[in-house]
């Protein structure tokens, strides 16, 4: 079974079975809702993780079809799926 749900058309509590932290729901709203560009750095700064989890959680993100990485390297960012 394949789950692909956009956070705009779903809550918090539909998002459960992808196995999300809350940080990376919260990341969601934030690019969802605010139309904000997430990257690693303010990711880090935002929910005090070190960089290698900021990485993991944005990857883990565009992996389950919630979000799009743009750019590479330190030029990389994320954006609502």
Do not use: C, I
Request: proline residues 2%.
């Amino acid at each position: 079974m394949r789950l692909v749900m956009r956070f705009h058309q779903a809550s918090a509590a539909d998002l459960w079975p992808l196995g999300l932290e809350a940080r990376q729901t919260e990341v969601l709203r934030l690019m969802a809702s605010e139309g904000q560009t997430m990257s690693a750095g303010p990711y880090l700064e935002l929910f005090a993780v070190n960089h290698r989890t900021a990485q993991r959680d944005l990857g883990e993100l565009v992996a389950k079809r919630q979000a799009k990485r743009t750019g590479q390297g330190a030029a990389t960012a994320y954006t609502s799926g």
